[in-house]
């Protein structure tokens, strides 16, 4: 199993405004990914945090708006840029290893934006 | 693309009594894994059981099972002597066997116990 440490777990931002979210996993991981999810709604798929080369974005997201690093196995973090009220959401850090088929999670981070 | 369905936004259900909770889903793959995710109020999302694809038999863990039905697409979750504990929304997600591990999520059922 992996542990998932993300921080802040929750912040109240002016509109115009970055955050930088952080995701530590306790362990080596092959995979980790980005989750958006909108107030009452489900996970989704923000992109594919890659070690060493650039993330793999869904479509809908940019990497302009959420630009993500991943400089290790077990760090990686996510920026939401230039923020507006509709960026109002729990970001979730997820990962996992190659040969394991389960994910584990962060406890995620809920973003205001006024 | 692989999609994932619930088609019960909300469901209640008494301390003790069993519940099951509905999922369907879309994959033109053969190998795969599917999994049940809870998410109480704490944002924490906790794997309940998951099942291989391959695997004819159903996944059980304690008081939670699934009834997979591969050729009809059903995954569904039953909840056995249900807890307050377990209020929670619940979702259900398809992973691939190849390439990306990224999981497709279904838009989750808020469960309630009532004691």
Redesign the interface.
């Known amino acids: 199993s992996a542990v998932i440490s993300q921080k802040p777990s929750r912040d109240i931002c002016q509109r115009g405004t970055s955050l930088t979210i952080q995701c530590q996993v306790d362990s080596q991981v092959t995979m980790m990914f980005w989750y958006r999810q909108q107030p009452g709604q489900s996970l989704t798929l923000i992109a594919t945090a890659n070690q060493g080369s650039e993330a793999t974005y869904e479509s809908g997201f940019v990497i302009d708006k959420f630009p993500i690093s991943r400089p290790n196995l077990t760090f990686s973090t996510l920026t939401v840029s230039n923020m507006s009220p509709e960026d109002s959401s729990i970001y979730l850090c997820s990962a996992g290893g190659r040969v394991s088929t389960e994910a584990f999670f962060g406890q995620g981070t809920r973003l205001t934006v006024v | 693309a692989q999609t994932v369905t619930q088609s019960q936004p909300e469901m209640s259900v008494q301390e003790a009594e069993t519940v099951t909770l509905s999922c369907t889903y879309d994959t033109s793959e053969n190998n795969y894994?599917l999994?049940w995710y809870k998410q109480p109020p704490?944002?924490?999302?906790i794997?309940v059981i998951?099942q291989?694809a391959y695997k004819q038999q159903n996944a059980t863990e304690n008081r939670f099972s699934v009834n997979f039905q591969k050729a009809a697409k059903s995954f569904s979750l039953k909840i056995s002597d249900s807890q307050l504990g377990d209020t929670a929304m619940y979702?259900c997600a398809f992973?691939g066997q190849g390439g990306?591990?990224?999981?497709?999520?279904?838009?989750?059922t808020k469960l309630t116990v009532n004691p």
């Open positions: 894994y999994f704490s944002r924490q999302m794997l998951r291989e979702f992973r990306s591990e990224k999981l497709v999520f279904g838009k989750g």
